[in-house]
Structures are given as structure tokens and as C-alpha cells.
């Protein structure tokens, strides 16, 4: 039986999660048989019989995993004789330490550059949960975390320093081949791609070939999806 995963979705069938999609490549990479379930916002407290609050989640046959990261770990010791996510017991503990990086750091300053393009593809229900949400989070509205991204998009840039050290020698970060670690920062990336016309990365930037090469792994699989190139 197929594997099914519950991925959040916006109109015209956007899929802009980054947590999402690291999960999508995971499964990708272990080479599983899976369906994908388009969940919208307003419908998650729905599925799986109100067990699941956030996505992305799985149901393999009766265990249903719920987190990005309890699902890459449980892949992994799941499914040992397909190829790894991490490269061993000291790369998960490495790549553990990249997901914080990337939710403090990446998905901190990414959000502030495109918040208010993520409620511009969304559905109109969706939209209202956002919007409440998000503005009692920032404690601004969304056009107001939005603001100035021009002027504030190169401090971003020039974070990224350590992302491009890392790749100088190989192409992806776990090495000649992709590793979990590239599909956490390469969910930050197709989240932006998804949903915004901002241009985060500069074309002459060398993380920019590396998202390229990111998105036609599995057989084009993050540049099949509906996005801004």
C-alpha cells in the first residue's frame, strides 16, 4: 500500500510549504510509492479524524507521523535498505542542526520578504485564517511585515554566506549527491518560488545553480510544480 502524505496547497494548486516539501523529496529520495493528499489550511483539523494539526503528515499503512523531521527520522529507520537521508547517525545529528539554522535563519528572513504574496495565493477561506493569524503573530499586517523587502533583501542575501562556502567544492550539500540536508534549504527556496515574484536569490549566484540542480532531482519533481521562474 502506498504511502499517503497530506501537503498544504493554495489556488492554482500551489504547493508552498517548505516543510512540505522537504517531505516530498524525502519520499522521492527513498523512492516510495506514495499519494499526495492537497490539504488548504481550513482543512487540516479535518483529516485523519482531527488527529493532525500541521502538515505535512503521513499515513504508512496503520502508524500516521506528523513533523517534517519525526517523518524524515522515521523514513530512515523505516525503510534502512533504501538510500539514506542523512548519511549515518553523526549526519543526522549534523542535519539536525541545519533544520534549526533554517527555521531561525532561512524561514526567519524568507517570511518577512513574502508573507503577503503567500495570502495572494490563497484560497478566499484561507485567506481570512491566514491574514488573523499571521497579524497576531507579527503584530502588523502582512503588507506592513512585507514593506521595504528591496532594501532589506540583501542583508538577507549576504546571510547566506555559509550556504555558498559549503557548496564550493561539491554541488549539493551532502556531498556529489543530495542529502536531507539540501532538501530542508531547498523547501525555504521553493516556497519562495511558489508563491512570490520577488527575486530572492541573484541569478549570478552560485546558490541559484544549486537550486537548479535541486529542482530537477526525481525527475524534475520541484520544477514540475507551479512556481516563479
Not at 139 to 149: D, K
Not at 153 to 172: C, H, I, T, Y
Request: include cysteine.
Amino acid at each position: 500500500m502506498a504511502i499517503v502524505m497530506y501537503d498544504l496547497v493554495g489556488r492554482d494548486d500551489r504547493r508552498f510549504s517548505p516543510h512540505c516539501w522537504r517531505t516530498r523529496m524525502a519520499l522521492a529520495h527513498k523512492g516510495l510509492d506514495h499519494e499526495v493528499l492537497p490539504t488548504r489550511f481550513t482543512e487540516i483539523p479535518k483529516i485523519e479524524g482531527g488527529q493532525v494539526k500541521t502538515v505535512p503528515a503521513i499515513r504508512d499503512g496503520d502508524r500516521l507521523i506528523v513533523d517534517s523531521w519525526a517523518i524524515a527520522q522515521y523514513l530512515e529507520r523505516t525503510y534502512p535498505e533504501r538510500p539514506s537521508l542523512f548519511g549515518g547517525a553523526g549526519g543526522e545529528q549534523v542535519t539536525r542542526f541545519l533544520q534549526s539554522w533554517c527555521v531561525a535563519v532561512l524561514h526567519g528572513g524568507l517570511v518577512g520578504l513574502i508573507v503577503a504574496d503567500i495570502w495572494q495565493h490563497l484560497t478566499p477561506e484561507d485567506q481570512d485564517y491566514f491574514r488573523a493569524s499571521r497579524e497576531q503573530r507579527f503584530g502588523r499586517t502582512l503588507e506592513e511585515v512585507q514593506a521595504g523587502r528591496e532594501a532589506r533583501v540583501e542583508g538577507f542575501r549576504n546571510g547566506l554566506q555559509p550556504l555558498r562556502m559549503s557548496l564550493k567544492d561539491a554541488p549539493f550539500l551532502g556531498g556529489a549527491q543530495p542529502l536531507y540536508a539540501d532538501y530542508l534549504v531547498f523547501g525555504a527556496f521553493q516556497w519562495a518560488r511558489a508563491i512570490s515574484p520577488f527575486r530572492i536569490l541573484a541569478d549570478d549566484d552560485p546558490l541559484s545553480a544549486w537550486f537548479a540542480r535541486c529542482l530537477d532531482l526525481h525527475g524534475g519533481l520541484g520544477r514540475r510544480a507551479p512556481g516563479y521562474d
